[in-house]
């Protein structure tokens, strides 16, 4: 009776791997590229691909420059912190460069 159980096991085992196979094998071939239409697409395309690449780059360039503006004016930042925050943000650096993290710890409580 056992014989029979591990026949019948082994016969699903490869009918479900016949399954997966037949999956693989109904699937649709690649997809090729034509090439020749290809090219000729590129060709028509290429000046206009150029010029637009051209304002995207102009555009990028003004983006960053204006978010370096931007990020040099920290004193906006600091106008929002009360004088005495500053401060403790001051010690508290101190407190770091030194290695007394106790010390450290507490101070950034207090700037919460």
Not at 16 to 24: N, S
Not at 61 to 80: D, F, N, P
Not at 91 to 105: C, D, F, K, P
Request: hydrophobic share 35%; glycine share 6%.
């Amino acid at each position: 009776m056992r014989l029979d159980h591990r026949l019948l096991r082994a016969r699903f085992y490869f009918s479900r791997k016949g399954e997966k196979a037949a999956k693989f094998q109904n699937r649709s071939p690649r997809t090729t590229a034509n090439w020749e239409f290809f090219n000729l697409l590129v060709g028509y395309w290429e000046g206009a691909v150029v010029d637009n690449i051209d304002e995207e780059y102009d555009r990028l360039i003004q983006h960053l420059h204006v978010s370096a503006v931007k990020a040099e004016s920290s004193t906006s930042t600091k106008r929002r912190l009360s004088p005495e925050t500053l401060e403790l943000i001051c010690h508290r650096g101190i407190a770091r460069a030194a290695g007394n993290r106790e010390l450290t710890s507490e101070i950034g409580k207090q700037c919460r």
